[in-house]
């Protein structure tokens, strides 16, 4: 069976902080698959929550993927930390390994996420 692409609307170009990340969630059987946006100036990223290590969403607390001089996506579970623009992993248990990144485009202000 071939699962059909969703699109996502994240909200607002203009509500997100930048730096800032949003997440986001798309389906509901059994576990509902779960993405974020990151923002830092004019660039835009998306990827899947989901550590390549544990397998499990990164954050523990809302909105919150980056580490605190918001210079890398961490992994709130084991430390691994991503880099924004790739998502390949740079220390911790994972690397070598990378997020996966989801499609992402702003029209007309708005952050659209295209996921499969």
Not at 84 to 92: D, P, R
Request: glycine share 10%.
């Amino acid at each position: 069976a071939t699962m059909s692409s969703v699109t996502i609307c994240v909200g607002n170009l203009a509500d997100l902080p930048d730096p800032g990340c949003r997440e986001f969630s798309w389906g509901d059987t059994p576990v509902p698959h779960r993405g974020f946006v990151v923002r830092r100036g004019a660039d835009l990223v998306a990827y899947r929550n989901l550590c390549p290590h544990a397998r499990r969403p990164l954050n523990w607390h809302p909105d919150r993927f980056l580490d605190q001089d918001e210079q890398v996506i961490l992994c709130t579970g084991h430390g691994a930390e991503f880099e924004v623009a790739t998502g390949k992993c740079l220390t911790g248990p994972c690397q070598g390994q990378s997020l996966t990144a989801l499609p992402v485009r702003v029209m007309e202000g708005v952050i659209y996420v295209d996921a499969a």
